[in-house]
């Protein structure tokens, strides 16, 4: 049913790798308050907090309604830029 980190020799690196690019569009959003490491820690959580109740959602079947059952998590997520041009 469900591969779990020690079933897939691979699926630590892709979860690190996930995480890293999560992480890396998480800096500097500006959506929230406090000093550098403050804001980006707080918008890394909201990331990844959207990131998985998204994946939770899909997986459990919840988008029932024809506008959302093709959608992608990109498509869901406002466009995330950044003057490095990430």
């Known amino acids: 049913m469900w591969a779990f980190a020690n079933d897939d020799a691979y699926l630590p690196r892709e979860i690190r ?3 890293s690019r999560l992480a890396d ?3 500097d959003l500006g959506w929230h ?10 918008a890394q959580v909201a990331l990844w907090s959207i990131v ?7 997986t459990a079947g919840r ?16 466009k995330i830029e950044s003057e490095s041009g990430r």
């Open 17 to 19: 790798a996930c995480f």
């Open 25 to 27: 569009g998480s800096v």
């Open 33 to 42: 308050t406090g000093d550098e490491e403050e804001k980006n820690g707080k």
């Open 52 to 58: 998985h109740g998204y994946s939770q959602l899909v």
């Open 63 to 78: 988008f029932k309604k024809d506008n959302m059952k093709a959608l992608s998590i990109l498509d869901i997520l406002p």
